[in-house]
């Protein structure tokens, strides 16, 4: 009866036994989320239910001996409904399978009994507000409708070349200079914002109170031209440089060979790890082009002095660093899984990757698994939803699959990365995200092969209703072939730009202030 996203792992319904009938006398056992479906219901079915601390219609139950930490069980039957989890995070996911049940049973749900509990441990969603700064009561609407998909990562990527949005207090300049740019890929207009410390605890807290980590990113040592335009020495040649523009990799990035480098890296992950509890810090490490580090007479240094083989020795070098800085202070790191043309001989394992390159070779994740690797899948043809329809359609990423091997087990987890070079607002990251979150929802959640996604899409498309999201409309998400096509050279005409063209003399410029630096 009920098409449920993600699909549970069991679900039984008996339409001939009393179920669950739900009035305005309801009650739901109180914790800090049950406000989630009180609010829920008041919208959607006009009950006004309440939360009690006695005995309730609706008991969330805490029972230390279920199996399984984020799994739950739910049991409609004689008017009441029990939900019982290991921890307040099953218990919270079960309120949102509970949800779907209410809104396509019109409050009226036959005997039920749901068994359910998730695939993979990670289950993320990325959201880049370096490119274009987003409102914390933006980014609370993204927390909601994530969390009703019982996605318990909010990945944040807070500092890029277009700008750096996190408050650091060393480093005012950071915020003061770094975080506007003088215009946008889309017209001469500037671009700004930041977040204060105490907005980015607000963030946190409401992430905690809807189940979800938060795992900030700090990209290095990529990525890093607008905190090289507020502070020059941080780059090879300490280059006078504004705050990127448009869309592109930049080849001026943090010098890998100076120890103020270093200094700068840990000062500033040091005011971040006061801010984000979760013990987790995302390090970047992805296209960082190494033109600059080639010529650089410090990194030239620092490859000599630590018997490694190039730049791309160096920078394993560089990330095994702040990672062993990290765990020093008791956490954990992420970075992207890519840049390995040297080999990782000198990277630390203990670094988890988010594998985002399509191309990632089965020969390489196994070798990482070898090395003990945590992988998480990001594959950008699936999981990127800033790609046009025409590029990823809804059908591919149903058609696809969470894991990176043919074992469960070997991937940690699933994450759908939202860059916004081309998604300036709510309303374009509302269409871009969805239904295709409901689909990557079901890879990360659900057993494998469970479920058609499309037999369940209606239902999927009321809830997103309920919720008033500005989704894809199925034409629009699974695209005609000759949509297909115009799309995919729209999107690749915006792509291209003449800074490109700009890279070539500016390396040549770079190259002859380094044979004069030499001098």
Not at 74 to 101: D, P, R
Request: hydrophobic residues 35%; contains cysteine.
């Amino acid at each position: 009866m009920f098409k449920l996203i993600p699909q549970p792992v069991k679900i039984f319904t008996d339409k001939s036994v009393t179920g669950f009938v739900l009035t305005d006398n309801t009650t739901v056992s109180a914790f800090d989320f049950s406000d989630d479906l009180i609010v829920f219901v008041k919208k959607v079915l006009h009950k006004e239910i309440k939360a009690s601390n006695g005995d309730c219609l609706i008991s969330l139950i805490i029972d230390d001996n279920f199996r399984y930490d984020e799994g739950y069980s739910l049991k409609c039957e004689n008017n009441k409904v029990n939900i019982v989890s290991k921890t307040e995070n099953g218990l919270f996911y079960g309120i949102q399978t509970l949800k779907q049940m209410l809104l396509q049973s019109g409050g009226n749900i036959p005997y039920t009994e749901i068994f359910d509990f998730p695939r993979f441990a990670y289950r993320g969603y990325m959201l880049d507000c370096g490119r274009y700064f987003y409102s914390v009561n933006d980014i609370k609407r993204i927390i909601e409708l994530i969390a009703l998909h019982k996605i318990n990562i909010l990945h944040w990527h807070l500092t890029e070349d277009q700008g750096w949005r996190i408050e650091i207090k060393k480093y005012p300049l950071l915020t003061e200079k770094g975080s506007v740019r003088s215009h946008t890929n889309f017209n001469r207009k500037s671009h700004g914002g930041f977040y204060t410390q105490e907005e980015i605890k607000e963030v946190v807290e409401y992430c905690h109170k809807h189940k979800i980590k938060v795992i900030p990113e700090f990209d290095v040592p990529g990525h890093n031209v607008a905190a090289i335009a507020c502070y020059p020495y941080l780059s090879c040649f300490e280059r006078s440089l504004e705050v990127a523009t448009h869309w592109g990799v930049k080849r001026d990035i943090l010098c890998a060979g100076k120890e103020s480098t270093y200094g700068f890296v840990y000062d500033v992950l040091d005011e971040i790890m006061e801010l984000f509890p979760d013990k987790i810090i995302h390090i970047g490490g992805d296209e960082a082009f190494k033109e600059r580090w080639k010529i650089c007479p410090h990194c030239r240094k620092a490859i000599k002095e630590n018997n490694l083989h190039d730049e791309n020795d160096l920078q394993m070098f560089f990330m095994s660093k702040v990672n062993d800085y990290l765990a020093s202070k008791g956490y954990s790191s992420v970075m992207w899984g890519n840049d390995t043309e040297g080999g990782t001989d000198n990277l630390s394992s203990k670094i988890a990757w988010t594998v985002y390159k399509p191309h990632c070779s089965d020969e390489m994740i196994k070798k990482e698994l070898e090395r003990g690797r945590k992988l998480i899948n990001s594959k950008n043809k699936t999981f990127y939803l800033d790609f046009p329809y025409g590029w990823t359609s809804l059908s591919d990423v149903c058609n696809s699959d969470g894991a990176l091997t043919e074992k469960d087990e070997d991937t940690y987890g699933v994450e759908a990365c939202m860059w916004t070079e081309y998604v300036p607002d709510m309303k374009k990251l509302e269409f871009m995200t969805f239904p295709r979150l409901g689909a990557i929802a079901e890879n990360a959640w659900s057993p494998k092969n469970s479920s058609n996604f499309m037999d369940k899409i209606k239902d999927y498309c009321k809830l997103l209703d309920a919720y008033e999201v500005r989704y894809a409309p199925l034409n629009k998400a699974n695209p005609s072939f000759i949509y297909k096509h115009f799309s995919s050279i729209w999107f690749k005409r915006r792509v291209f730009h003449w800074e490109r063209i700009h890279i070539h003399f500016d390396n040549k410029k770079v190259k002859k202030l380094s044979e004069n630096y030499d001098k």
